[in-house]
């Protein structure tokens, strides 16, 4: 396993997400979930990072339950406040605790600041920073930090304004280098002194694989390696990327990190230019550019599974398989009970008009998209 220092203290370059274990009825698969970070324990990855509302609050529970048998200190925790789940940081950090089953946090985020809850975060009535500070002087929190869906402007502002962060998440991939505009991110934290976290380092799993055209590309020229690789190796081939995150469901996919993990490979300056070729002619076929981080389901009063549905909005975006359609709009709380409420939008960190592709999907208006 590859580690970088930060702050003298040795972290695994990958860490472990847990806003995407294996879940069984939805819940938690436990037994399955719990091989998983024991495995990661085992292959020397030290770093686990949750929330507040992963998994509707189960997460925080599961890696307090899956890791007390471990030494606390061969390990590091990261979880995080989210002001739309609860403004009360006092409340949600002590319940935070005893979910986790410890009495420190290695490290504390402020979760998705963006252009919707910045103003909540920075309201001096609230003073969410005095407290974070102050359970820092206490030993309860370690570092302090936040994640990022903001524009780069919001982005400025929020580490503007303080200079008690000691690093920031966002997200980060080839792809969204020039879709999210996640390059001027990059460097604003970067100008900023500030070690960069990296979240959806193969976008909810999309850059896992992009096609036959393109993974035959990427496999021609490193056929050694799997397409995720050239994700996570572009990741760290950028100085400032401390940790890359990885929300690892399944086996397979963490024995396949842990593997690349092993030894770092720049690319070079022509496997840069093919993977940014291979980005741009797959950004074109993505109509909808859905992460499947679930942030808009918690909400949704109707409960549509939307990630699933927008990502069959993209799959018939390209096949116009009307058969495929038919079959899938005969479940139940398919597209067609969506509201129009706006709740998910408004949650998602992509800004999709989640509404609006429903209703196309629902009507069929997909097969008439170009």
């Known amino acids: 396993m590859l580690y970088k220092e930060f702050q003298g203290i040795r972290l695994s370059r990958l860490g472990m997400g847990n806003m995407r274990l294996p879940v069984k009825n939805e819940k938690i698969d436990r037994v399955k979930a719990r091989e998983i970070i024991d495995y990661a324990m085992k292959q020397g990855i030290n770093y686990y990072d949750t929330a507040y509302v992963y998994h509707q609050g189960e997460s925080e529970s599961f890696l307090g339950e899956a890791l007390k048998n471990y030494p606390r200190d061969s390990y590091y925790l990261a979880t995080k406040f989210y002001v739309d789940a609860n403004p009360s940081i006092e409340e949600v950090f002590e319940e935070q605790l005893k979910r986790l089953g410890t009495d420190y946090i290695d490290f504390y985020l402020l979760h998705c600041v963006n252009e919707e809850t910045i103003d909540k975060y920075m309201d001096e009535n609230r003073h ?198 038919e079959q899938a709009m005969k479940q139940e709380n398919g597209p067609e009970v969506c509201i129009g409420c706006g709740q998910c939008t408004t949650h998602c960190p992509q800004n999709i008009d989640v509404p609006g592709y429903l209703k196309k999907l629902a009507e069929g208006r997909v097969f008439s998209e170009s």
């Open 128 to 325: 969410y920073l005095d407290y974070l500070k102050e359970q820092k002087e206490k030993g309860r929190i370690r570092h302090i930090g936040f994640s990022s869906h903001g524009k780069p402007e919001t982005l400025e502002r929020f580490l503007n304004w303080s200079d008690c962060f000691e690093f920031v998440q966002i997200q980060l991939n080839y792809l969204d280098w020039s879709l999210q505009n996640a390059k001027r991110q990059y460097e604003i934290i970067t100008e900023h002194g500030l070690p960069v976290w990296v979240m959806e380092p193969v976008r909810g799993g999309k850059l896992a694989s992009l096609g036959e055209k393109y993974d035959a590309m990427l496999k021609k020229e490193k056929p050694e390696w799997s397409i995720p690789a050239w994700a996570f190796q572009w990741l760290m081939g950028l100085d400032n990327v401390t940790m890359i995150l990885s929300g690892m469901t399944t086996m397979e996919q963490i024995q396949d990190n842990v593997a690349t993990f092993q030894k770092a490979e720049p690319l070079t300056e022509e496997q840069t230019m093919l993977l940014q070729n291979v980005a741009a002619g797959y950004e074109s076929s993505l109509a909808v550019p859905c992460t499947a981080c679930r942030y808009c389901c918690d909400g949704c009063p109707e409960k549509i599974n939307i990630p699933v549905w927008m990502n069959l909005y993209n799959e018939l975006s390209l096949t116009k398989d009307r058969d495929r359609w």
